[in-house]
């Protein structure tokens, strides 16, 4: 997944690739030809942006449908991918993240013939998510060859990044390699993101949002963000016209959302990158979920589009994790636990009549936070200052 694709992941990539070029690096990227949510979407088969040579390739996505289909298209990706990779010329390194998973077989094997060193970005855990959903049996034989993989590719890459310090704990249970490890969270699209004040805001305006106090979730529906909870709490506030609850993406998660018959919820697909900034600043706050078993297997990118755009959060899901650490130490949100639909009712409801000054001043003190420390200029120069430097492999 790459851009245009709307897919996180892609966006990363792209950010992280176009700082290489502006360093003065070559970078091509190998990534399927359709769209990660949307198949029928297709893009052109090669094109240069922001100075990257991008190829994609084609029979990689039929969608998200049955395991064997995305097997085979996981696959032929691998297949092609490898190919591609043989042929180029002058190859010093290869970066790899674990969406899709199998994608670190294609780094694996052009480290073996090719001898570029290896960059492990690891972006989620499997097959640690697959066991954590229920998906596949602990000590399964998928999921001890899927460890098996894990490793060798720890133990050969030069770098592996992660994106927080429980992912780290994951991965250094997996193999120690603390020695070449860095804990780089992700940035907001800052270069697309902008707050954009609700009186400004043309997406509120088309989707007769004025008046009202809107709770946005933006981007996955995975199992992996469980929203059941948040749901029922809204089916529970539909005697109150200011509130609407809008679900804007896709993914497997999406059919939950548009089952719910409650007025008070909507459902919108994926928004155009180049409409984000609207899209996101038309919410008064931002949902973000995890679920409780997914501590350090994924990484809830959403908070840092809410906070670029200046809105709080409502965090649905444990603590300690991540998130819940950025909401102790800094007043950006609330949180509410999975599965508690009485608090999450009561947040809610309060949420109707809090003052717009508290809303503001907590957005306010998350747009600081990621035009500071989490900023895009500075954490995706820490990454590319990692994926450039020439360490020595290990393994």
Known sequence: MYVPDPASVGQHLADAAAELVRRGHRVLVLTSDRGYDDPSVRYEGREVIDGVEVRRLPLC?????????????????????????????????????????????????????????????????????????????????????????????????????VLDRFMAQRVLRKL????????????????????VSHAANPFRRAHALEDKRVVMYSGNHSPSNPLTTILRAAERLADDPRMVFLFVGGGTGKGEVEACASPNVRSLPYQPLDQLRYSLSAADVHLVTMGNDLVGIVHPCKIYGALAVARPIVFLGPEPCHVADILAEHQIGWRVAQGDVDGAERLLRGLASVDDAEIASRGEHGRRLVTGALSKSVLCGRLADVLERRDARAG
């Open 61 to 161: 996505s039929f969608g998200k449908g049955l395991i064997a289909v995305r097997l085979l298209a996981a696959l032929s990706f691998v297949t092609q991918a490898i190919v591609q990779g043989l042929l180029v010329r002058g190859l010093d390194a290869v970066v790899v993240s674990t969406s899709p998973p199998m994608a670190s077989i294609v780094a694996l094997v052009l480290s073996y013939l090719r001898g570029p060193s290896l960059k492990f970005w690891v972006m989620d855990l499997n097959p640690d998510q697959l066991v954590a959903l229920g998906k596949l049996a602990p000590g399964s034989l998928p999921v001890r060859v899927f460890d098996a993989l894990n490793r060798r590719v720890l133990a050969r890459a030069a770098d592996v990044i």
């Open 176 to 195: 120690d390699v603390r020695d070449k490890l860095s804990v780089i969270p992700p940035w907001p699209l800052s270069d697309r993101l902008e707050p």
